[in-house]
């Protein structure tokens, strides 16, 4: 779901991802875009008979209407996304449109929106995938969350170290997905009427009804079913990055992909029922009974199961690329943390990243990645921004009037009561089942969003001075000014420190906190052989605690300075470029500046010394 | 397990801890030193009976002689520790006795015991807990890894805010166990053998044996239910604590103890052969089924179970005060990473407490939180340790040879070669099960810790300066020195810092990258307001990142620099005091400092601007 996400949120494309990567021609394109769309065919089909299983063997007969229902959903949402495609060549997304064309609570609605839904894109696929493989390899069951946690770690670690998934490597999986589902559903149905072969179903099909027809049941199915839809607005988010014309090249990607999910979707649930596969809480999907009834143990069906899994995961990796970049324009909006406006060394968004990972194994450990019970949280987030994008379009439309802006407007229109309505449905049918969930979210994020924003201008207007003030600015200034330098030993890079804080200021005095008197009188001897005016302070800590004694000492040294005096803490470090060296050292000096800049008006500076690998170790320990 | 680990492993006591407790008297010191040993009757005997039901009936009657083989071990146990209580009146533990007498590896293989130990007995008490719960409210058996990592994370929580183990309250529910464990032996004999109530089992005792006897499987059995004694290393750590005599109360405990360990796991034994208790895999446990048929639902039952659940949280708890005390001692010895010896804001040690944490959740989803699956992980690490401190306690008698020292060596000898045998034991007939796990583990941890002392010893050399070379040392330098200060706008923050930097040099440049062209202009117009000779340099970004060009400039000034010349990079920080709003900001600061100090020869200052609450918001944004 929601590749290139990206690009609409920020409006403009990302420079060096465009230099880096060729635009797409068509059939990379609809690999790239497919993703996450044509995923869902893994559970959606399933997700729909779990609810209709209750009439027996009618079920798959209304699975059949059912599917072609979300289908026709399918193509009020192709055309509705054609006309955004049309509207904002350089990429529109729900949070941009309705931000922009309704408000600001809109925008952050929508926002929030996507927020929930790249969390259970990667909490949802990463589940169907190994509900997939462990179809084929039932040992695996047992080790189901460790299993997909292990896959959310994996897709975490290649993304912070920053992968390109507009390699042209990432069109082969979903090539092999998309023939061999589309091998299975014709050679299925030549199996079944021209061959004649109706294999026996793996699991009795109830033939009972425990439950009568209704509205509402075909209602509940139909909202089962619209997880299949996430992800068709992807395409309208990568306009610009299509080969020139670009629209055009995007507007038959759309069609086609449509048509690929009215094949392969359809096609599937077709199967379902002559195949008679039953949906089963821990057993084999669906789409597993359907390939082994049609291929037996045969290679086509590993192939089936592997590449189902492939494409989820690649479903599951375009969340690490739309979620960094939605945070990190909500971010610099100021309706998010500002860590998450940072890019990494490897020009990953760490943060957003990081935290898309912990969430959402959050949600596979408390759901036990039990694809069922994710689902209904699944579609309700993303058409709320559906729902939104599309009035915000209507808006657009009526504002901008350029030529045709009135068609353009009843077909999003149309996009908009249609979402809004399944918007509705889905809700009202899932609430008890986990839509409330998300129902109590949005909201909390929404305020969080406000308080964040409201934090970030109270900051701002507290900071800012005035174009007047600014002239009156004194940058001739010379303070008063104490430097102190704790040191636990006398070392070349405790030396180093105290040259520095010497040659900064006039007024220089080392600190030192003893946890041991032996350690304490040596210091204070070899002190002596200095040649130096720089006063020693060393105070004996009977508790084995040194940053707290320390924090003290400092402290009311800076508490005895004059009015004006500036009091500069000089933290020596050491930094060792051994494998590993790092996460032994450094920590105390973390500490150190974080309480002082904390509490107290003192600057504080680290000075490093570099022990290099090459240098011979040079040893003058005393004997 | 390990209760007051603490002050062995120092040999000191701490200062602080010791003055703020109250001494020990006997009722009291027992009760805190029981809850490790007594809590394992939890599990002990369930496991043993997993071992020996394969006999049928004859199960029960091998289960009373496998636990009075493991109540002889205690006995053996009791009277050695005995003997480290006399050698080591100010508490003496494994990873010191076994380095001071027999050597660093020694030392180091009984403090990786140790540590093995101190995570599985949190992994298994608090699973061990979960399941007391379960038992009695089957519902929750859904979700038990969660309630298990809650259990750890609310544990971890109240550690790191430094809760106080030896306050009185945590007598309470030990002496509720003790007496409600006792009332259950008794009331259960007098119900089978006064009233002659004989309640159908809950479970059907399998009558067929399959599997015939044999020595080993008693030794099998045996190493099952070894982990009963885990803990009872624990008074002997803490004799200082002991009102005086504290060696005679020590003693006195030590027996009492060993007392009630042979009266409530003899008891509970016996019990489950009149009552007819079987093991279940994911079931209740037996001890809740032996309250249940003897109880049946009345409020003993629950008593029984949450005193249980309460007492396995508290032997939880001690690993909490053991282990961080353990990594601060191989932290001080240089054998594990320094930040172990770092005492946090509220003097308790951060990253013992969180690594400890950490991997034991890791355990606990691994092994899905199942006691039956960690318990042949568990006794091995503490065994080693055993075999290893009375080794040592072997050579120390015959190094000190004080008076009676033979008597104590042959005792010594004894526990030694009686644990080692265990050892053995354990170790073959759990090997397949786990204990190749540990096995594996020892030589890897001993291995690490090896390195890391080699690498802290490199740095001390590399970083010594001999006493005739600290006369040389020229402390009256004065560089020519460069300062950069890095912003984004001009405001309060900034213009400080800048201030600051032009009072400790006479050359300042101001750096600023800017991903927006239109706030470049803004800042450069305002620049030119400025009263300063300060250099402005600013730098367009078109890539939206902001951290990887400014060091690259700041790199590109600093490779400039004169031979000698020292560059400081000065970054103007704001600090807020509200609520939530550190964790809002400073974080670009964060990645400027670590990556400078790393790659370059640059001093990091951070200069502070604090946004007081109370102030009244001035601001002073241009319209």
Same mark, same amino acid.
């Given at each position: 779901m929601f590749k290139k996400f990206a690009d609409i949120l920020i409006g403009e494309p990302l420079a060096n991802e465009q230099g880096a990567s060729e635009k797409y021609n068509i059939p990379f394109g609809l690999a790239i875009m497919a993703s996450d769309a044509i995923s869902s065919v893994a559970y959606a089909a399933q997700e729909i008979l779990f609810v209709l299983i209750v009439l027996g063997a009618t079920a798959y007969q209304w699975l059949t209407w059912t599917s072609f229902m979300i289908i026709g959903l399918l193509l009020i949402l192709t055309i509705s996304y054609i006309q955004i495609i049309r509207a904002y060549p350089q990429g529109g997304g729900a949070y941009k449109v309705a931000n922009e064309n309704i408000g600001v609570k809109a925008g952050l609605s929508a926002g929030a929106g996507l927020i929930i839904s790249y969390i259970l894109t990667v909490a949802v696929s990463a589940s169907a995938g190994a509900d997939a493989i462990i179809s084929a390899f039932s040992g695996l069951a047992e080790y189901k969350v460790i299993f997909v946690i292990t896959i959310i770690i994996i897709l975490t670690i290649l993304n912070l170290r920053g992968i390109s998934e507009s390699s042209k490597i990432f069109a082969i999986p979903t090539y092999i997905f998309i023939f061999s589902m589309m091998f299975m559903i014709l050679y299925g149905l030549f199996k079944y009427f021209v061959l004649k072969i109706h294999p026996e179903p793996m699991y009795a099909v109830p033939t009972k009804a425990t439950e009568s027809l209704s509205i509402f049941l075909i209602l509940r199915a139909f909202s089962s079913g619209c997880s299949a839809l996430t992800g068709v607005e992807a395409v309208s988010n990568s306009v610009p990055n299509f080969q020139e014309p670009s629209q055009k090249s995007a507007k038959t990607v759309m069609l086609l992909l449509a048509a690929l999910i009215f094949f392969i979707f359809g096609g599937t649930s077709v199967l379902a029922i002559f195949y008679n596969a039953v949906p089963i809480t821990n057993g084999p999907t669906v789409v597993s009974q359907i390939a082994y009834a049609i291929f037996n143990n045969g290679i086509m069906y590993y192939v089936i199961q592997f590449s189902t899994a492939v494409i989820l995961l690649m479903a599951c990796n375009t969340a690490y690329t739309g979620f960094p970049m939605l945070m990190y324009i909500v971010?610099?909006?100021?309706? $998010?943390?500002? =860590?998450?406006?940072?890019?990494?060394?490897? &020009?990953?968004?760490?943060?957003?990243?990081? $935290?898309?990972?912990?969430? $959402?194994?959050?949600?596979?450990?408390?759901?036990?990645?039990?694809?069922? +019970?994710?689902?209904?949280?699944?579609?309700? *987030?993303?058409?709320?921004?559906?729902? &939104?994008? =599309?009035?915000?379009?209507?808006?657009?439309? +009526?504002?901008?009037?350029?030529? *045709?802006?009135?068609?353009?407007?009843?077909?999003?229109?149309? *996009?908009?009561?249609?979402?809004?309505?399944?918007?509705?449905?889905? &809700?009202?049918?899932?609430?008890?089942? *986990? $839509?409330?969930?998300?129902?109590?979210?949005?909201p909390i994020i929404i305020l969080i969003q406000l308080r964040i924003k409201a934090h970030y201008d109270r900051i701002a207007c507290r900071l800012s001075i005035s174009q007047l003030n600014l002239k009156k600015v004194n940058l001739k200034i010379k303070y008063k000014h104490t430097v102190i330098v704790p040191i636990a030993s006398l070392n070349k890079a405790t030396i180093g420190a105290l040259q520095y804080a010497q040659s900064i200021s006039d007024s220089v005095i080392a600190i030192n906190i003893s946890t041991d008197k032996e350690a304490q009188e040596k210091l204070k001897n070899r002190w002596s052989e200095l040649d130096t005016d720089i006063q020693l302070v060393t105070k004996y800590s009977p508790f084995r605690a040194v940053v707290t004694p320390l924090l003290k000492n400092i402290e009311r040294i800076a508490d005895g300075a004059a009015q004006g005096e500036k009091i500069t803490v000089i933290v020596p470090q050491f930094v060792t470029h051994e494998r590993f060296g790092e996460i032994l050292h450094n920590h105390t000096s973390f500490f150190i500046r974080e309480t002082l800049l904390r509490n107290d008006d003192i600057i504080v500076s680290t000075y490093p010394y570099h022990l290099e690998d090459e240098e011979e170790a040079v040893c003058e320990l005393d004997k």
């Open positions: 971010g610099k909006d100021g309706f $998010a943390p500002r =860590q998450f406006t940072i890019r990494g060394k490897r &020009l990953s968004f760490s943060y957003g990243i990081i $935290a898309l990972s912990v969430v $959402a194994c959050i949600l596979v450990i408390i759901f036990k990645a039990d694809t069922h +019970r994710l689902i209904p949280l699944y579609a309700i *987030g993303v058409f709320i921004s559906f729902t &939104l994008g =599309q009035f915000g379009m209507v808006n657009h439309w +009526r504002k901008e009037r350029e030529e *045709g802006w009135l068609k353009s407007a009843v077909i999003n229109g149309i *996009g908009a009561l249609v979402t809004l309505l399944t918007t509705i449905i889905i &809700l009202v049918e899932k609430f008890s089942e *986990g $839509a409330f969930i998300v129902a109590i979210l949005i």
